[in-house]
């Protein structure tokens, strides 16, 4: 899923930004004898151009170009909350020619909500790095009398159902969050679903719907206007740019880290010398300078790290949104 950090930046200059990193910032590295330099890689975005994961990949094509002296081109997929072009890619040659640049929905949520799907989340993906992570915030306009988290819960107990929650729609991460709070808490509430996370954004800013978790790049200009209120933020420790705003664990609700992930994945079977290739530089992509600040425009913290680790929190995810959907009830559509 697309972040909203087009709420605060423009879709043309989030492109501007990520297109200037190939001019002032790629690497000037020779490509190993082994890799089969010359032939073009294929980076899938299973989103439409101008989001996050969007520029974000275009920026790291642009850096891999030089770092593995061949093309690589950014191939938009939308459709079907990211399964669509994650499909394509777990049905390319295991090459390391075609690459998935995703987010944790395609991964570990939609396939709990989207029905039967034409590939296995798991066991038809291999993964490669982690790219980075984004914290979200649960807010409230500035006009609900809610200023703490346990002032939004003794209101939604008290009447159950009558707090509404905005989400880009249902079994996107944000809708997810909601669904996991009333499971902790025994709260009630009313899930919103837009058609995608900025008219979800609107209308938390516009009172028609009384919270919403909101990744903190799109929110934190609106809670420093005072157009919102952010009660906790989701990340395991407080946001800099919010030193006085609680985690959701200093907030009363322990073990509530929840932080939208974008990795990169290559086809099952991809051979392992090929995935620690674009592992390695991967990682020396995301050490870019300028690559670091155009994440910080997008709110999303560079992770980097090993397939294992990948692996790991792919999974783990995996488990724990299956479960928290069961639990809801939701039903594959």
Avoid at 226 to 245: C, D
Avoid at 278 to 287: E, G
């Amino acid at each position: 899923m697309p972040t909203l950090a087009t709420a605060t930046l423009t879709r043309r200059r989030l492109l501007t930004l990520g297109a200037a990193l190939a001019a002032t910032t790629a690497f000037n590295v020779r490509a190993a004898p082994d890799w089969p330099a010359g032939k073009t890689i294929t980076w899938v975005v299973p989103y439409p151009a101008g989001g996050s994961t969007d520029v974000l990949g275009r920026a790291i094509a642009q850096q891999l170009d030089a770092l593995l002296a061949t093309r690589v081109i950014v191939d938009n997929r939308p459709g079907a909350t990211g399964t669509i072009g994650a499909a394509r890619v777990a049905r390319a040659e295991p090459d390391g020619l075609t690459l998935l640049g995703t987010s944790i929905g395609p991964q570990a949520i939609a396939p709990h909500v989207m029905g039967k799907l034409t590939y296995d989340p798991v066991a038809d993906f291999a993964p490669v790095i982690m790219i980075g992570t984004i914290p979200h915030l649960l807010v409230v306009g500035a006009a609900q009398p809610f200023k703490t988290l346990d002032d939004l819960l003794k209101a939604a107990k008290a009447a159950p159902q009558s707090l509404a929650y905005a989400s880009g729609g249902t079994g996107t991460i944000l809708h997810m969050q909601g669904e996991l709070l009333q499971q902790r808490t025994g709260a009630r509430f009313l899930h919103v679903p837009y058609k995608g996370d900025t008219p979800a954004l609107q209308d938390t800013l516009a009172g028609q719907v009384q919270f919403a978790f909101i990744p903190a790049a799109a929110a934190l200009p609106h809670v420093r206007t005072g157009a919102l209120r952010a009660l906790a933020a989701t990340s395991a420790r407080r946001l800099p740019a919010l030193p006085n705003v609680p985690t959701m664990e200093d907030a009363g609700m322990p073990d509530f880290v929840v932080e939208q992930w974008q990795a990169v994945f290559a086809p099952a079977s991809t051979p392992a010398a090929v995935i620690e290739r674009l592992n390695t530089d991967i990682a020396k992509a995301l050490q870019s300078p300028a690559l670091i600040a155009l994440a910080e425009q997008l709110g999303i913290t560079l992770a980097g790290g090993s397939p294992q680790a990948l692996d790991q929190t792919r999974k783990a995810d995996f488990d724990k949104w299956g479960k928290v959907i069961r639990d809801a009830g939701i039903k594959p559509a």
